[in-house]
């Protein structure tokens, strides 16, 4: 299996735009699709990035998802930020029969 | 609309067996490329992916607990069940069981987990 690493933690300042990254430790990030959970303190998790760069409805477009090949890794980006983004955000992928999280990344809006 | 709801209990002692139901609604579980997987995050910790059933009724374990693990699940009462044998305390974590969907395997609804604590 792979692994997936992401930052322990990132900070912007509401308004401005973040990026996560989440980097794949074998195999092209391309194989299989990657997506991104938020989890809120004292809460489940949620999803606001599927297949890479798929919205579920009702999560709103300042979240995108990308891929970049050169690095092997996802990224997702938060435009406009506001003070109900903070939360961890984990990106999560699958190889054969195996879902693969990555360790989450704690964002903070100050 | 779909729901999942975790419930078991919330204490156990090392070694022992533990048994945890998800109960489902809004969707069936037959219903071709759906499946239901348990995911657990320890206390201020990583979130791990633990085991799915698949509509087929099909079954896949991590590989590293794969011997400990294992799900079922009640169709007449929508429900997915996840043995955990020999807990110890290093199992204590918040289990939440998800709807997954399609062959990139979407997680689109979550339950709101339930804590376990591992303790003598």
């Known amino acids: 299996n792979f692994m997936l690493t992401q930052p322990h933690s990132v900070s912007e300042s509401p308004g401005k735009t973040v990026t996560i990254s989440c980097t794949r430790s074998?195999?092209?990030?391309?194989?299989?699709?990657v997506q991104w959970h938020q989890q809120r303190p004292g809460s489940a998790p949620t999803t606001v990035i599927y297949?890479?760069?798929?919205?579920p409805s009702g999560v709103p477009d300042r979240f995108s998802g990308s891929i970049d090949t050169s690095s092997n890794s996802a990224s997702l980006t938060i435009s406009g930020l506001k003070t109900e983004d903070e939360a961890d955000y984990y990106c999560?992928?699958?190889?054969?029969?195996?879902?693969?999280f990555g360790g989450g990344t704690k964002l903070t809006v100050l | 609309q779909v729901t999942l709801r975790e419930s078991g209990p919330a204490l156990v002692k090392p070694t022992q067996t533990l048994t945890l139901t998800c109960t489902f609604s809004?969707?069936?579980?037959?219903?071709?490329?759906?499946?239901v997987s348990w995911i657990r995050q320890p206390p201020g910790k990583a979130l791990e992916w633990l085991a799915r059933?698949?509509?087929?009724?099909?079954?896949y374990y991590n590989t590293s607990l794969k011997a400990r693990l294992t799900i079922s699940e009640d169709t007449s009462e929508n429900q997915v069940i996840l043995t955990m044998t020999n807990m110890d305390p290093v199992d204590t974590a918040t289990y939440f069981c998800?709807?997954?969907?399609?062959?990139?395997?979407?997680?689109?609804?979550w339950g709101q987990g339930t804590l376990v604590t591992v303790s003598s």
């Open positions: 999560q992928s699958y190889d054969s029969n195996n879902q693969i």
């Open positions: 297949e890479d760069n798929q919205r």
């Open positions: 809004g969707f069936s579980l037959s219903t071709s490329g759906m499946s």
């Open positions: 059933i698949n509509w087929n009724y099909n079954k």
């Open positions: 074998s195999g092209s990030i391309v194989s299989n699709y």
């Open positions: 998800a709807r997954v969907r399609g062959s990139s395997y979407v997680f689109d609804s």
